[in-house]
Nanobody, 119 residues
Framework: QVRLVESGGGLVQAGGSLRLSCAASGRVLEIYVMGWYRQGPGNEREWVAEITTDGFITYRDSAKGRFTISRDSAQNTMYLQMNNLKPEDTDRYYC?????????????WGQGTQVTVSS
């Protein structure tokens, strides 16, 4: 199993920045991709960005140019630097890790961290 703990959310004014962190523990060597997702009340969870263990990065269009995903493998921690935040970025942000081993694949979620951007 993999345990994920997010931190770094908060309340910020439009144009401000936040840095989200996701600390992974447990069977971290089985992780092949980590990502950030967001979800608001009554909405489906949607993908924001992801980074593979090889360092391949992809972003949702709305995040390109404003958000930067990174990973510190030595610390087993993933980050999401969020700049030029907009009110529409307000949501709860979740960390996800996908693992693979001889038994198959699995997906793990953190508890989420709230990001609120005021206009």
């Amino acid at each position: 199993q993999v345990r994920l703990v997010e931190s770094g959310g908060g309340l910020v004014q439009a144009g401000g920045s936040l840095r989200l962190s996701c600390a992974a523990s447990g069977r971290v060597l089985e992780i092949y991709v980590m990502g950030w997702y967001r979800q608001g009340p009554g909405n489906e969870r949607e993908w924001v960005a992801e980074i593979t263990t090889d360092g391949f990065i992809t972003y949702r269009d709305s995040a390109k140019g404003r958000f930067t995903i990174s990973r510190d493998s030595a610390q087993n921690t993933m980050y999401l630097q969020m700049n030029n935040l907009k009110p529409e970025d307000t949501d709860r942000y979740y960390c996800n890790a996908k693992t693979a081993n001889i038994r198959g694949q699995a997906s793990y979620w953190g508890q989420g961290t709230q990001v609120t951007v005021s206009s």
